[in-house]
């Protein structure tokens, strides 16, 4: 049964996630992205990572997502007719990727994941805890470093939109 979901789920994100940069209509592509967010904590469901889930939908679907299309709305953008012209680049590019990844495939050996959490960790202690602990021993440096890339990417966004008055 949950190797049927997985496949459902990541057909469903990968055709979904293939819509989001083909359609033509900003909100159809904003929609198209909701349902593979959704989909995507779906796979977290099925890693027993619910708490990934929860933020996933949370933060991605219900705010992001939420944000973007206010934005799309408000800005009334319209149809984007450029970048259907690029199919040629768009295609190698994808062809040189996925022969990577076949490459990848074949070379790599499935072996089970190593870390310092087993399963059995994870259900006794919970799965927030046992995120939060990795998060702020192991992870620390990355996710400071993450976080003053966003604070930049904030100061960087809120400096371009700022109006100059003209006197």
Known sequence: MAQVLFFYFGAIVVGTAALVVTLRNPVYSA??????????????????AEFIAAIQVLVYAGAILVLYLFVVMLLNLKREERYHQQYLLGALLGAVILTELVLILFRTRFQPAIG???PAQIQAIGNTEAVGKALFTTY????????????????????????????
Not at 31 to 48: D, E, K, P, Q, R
Not at 150 to 160: H, P
């Open 140 to 167: 620390l440096l990355p996710f400071e470093v993450a976080s003053l890339v966003l604070l930049v990417a904030m100061i960087g966004a809120i400096v371009l939109a700022k109006r100059v008055v003209q006197p």
């Open 31 to 48: 929609m198209s992205l909701l349902i593979t967010f959704f989909h995507v904590a779906g796979l977290f469901v099925l890693l027993n």
């Open 116 to 118: 310092a959490y087993t």
